[in-house]
């Protein structure tokens, strides 16, 4: 790696650009159990990132949640060193490269909530360390990274094993995109191990994406969990007022029980839902308003009384990513 940074540190750095970027997203929204008819308001996210450049090989990024449902969260913190053309090494904290859904950000999300694969089955964020490398003239990424095995607030323990995750992406042409990756991890005392595999095709008006991750826990202390997500949203141009573009969606997503690897392990109940839903948006450059309205149909087992708040739902949503 450092005979590699020596070649590429050759560039000269006159042409880089060393101010910080700094960019956000608020999402503001209110939402109704229409089942019980509770509502609630809640500013969703106020995220705000920066980054930049400390030399033409060495990138930083820091991004912190200033309300994550009113908590402030410290999200990622990371360096990156560009070792050769298409091999880059990262250390930090940052998502373990692992699954297609897990990484869409709130200014980018779709539906107004995450699949329950993003949000329940594999939300990790790390400290490890990654390397990402893009085969020459071949749209092959692969990525490998080792982490602390415990979560990203309990970092000045000592442990003996380590989480690892792996992901490979291949752009296939015609607009489809496949990938496939593999965790290992354990938060606490319980390990599991996870597999997923996405496919994603779009065009000028379309998106289509399906996925599905197998959670499994070793010395099957719970039965393994399935998720599933399959999503389609069309848009097109349009002139309406302020707002240039148009998008409708709908998805269905799922999981099997599922065990939450906290210091006493939770369990979530199986369900099913669909989920409807239409977006006004406004883009330029890197500005962009969403104004979202979603509703969500949720499908449990027959002998499940959901709380409020875990069954049908209807959605709106002003996102700004400026």
Known sequence: MAACLSVNAMAADDAVDYKPKFHGAVRARWEMDTREGDQRFQVRNARLTMEGNAASWA???????????????????????DICKGLNFRAGQFRMPFGVETFRAPQNYIFANRSFMGKQVMNYRAVGARLAYTLPKTPLTLEFGAFNPATITRQSGWSNTVAVAGKASWALGAGFTISASYASIKPYAQRANLIDGALLWQNNNWLVAGEYMYKHYCND???PAHSWMAFADWHKNVSWGGFNRWSVQGRW???TRHHELTEQPTEQAARNRITVGSTLTYAFKMMHVDIRLNYEKYLYH?????AVGDSDRLVAEMVIRF
């Open 59 to 81: 990138h930083y990024f820091v991004q912190t949640d200033l309300s994550d449902c009113g908590t402030m969260k410290i999200l990622d913190a990371y360096g990156q060193l």
């Open 221 to 223: 202390r719970f039965d």
């Open 253 to 255: 997503d799922g999981m």
């Open 302 to 306: 027959s002998d499940h009384t959901p």
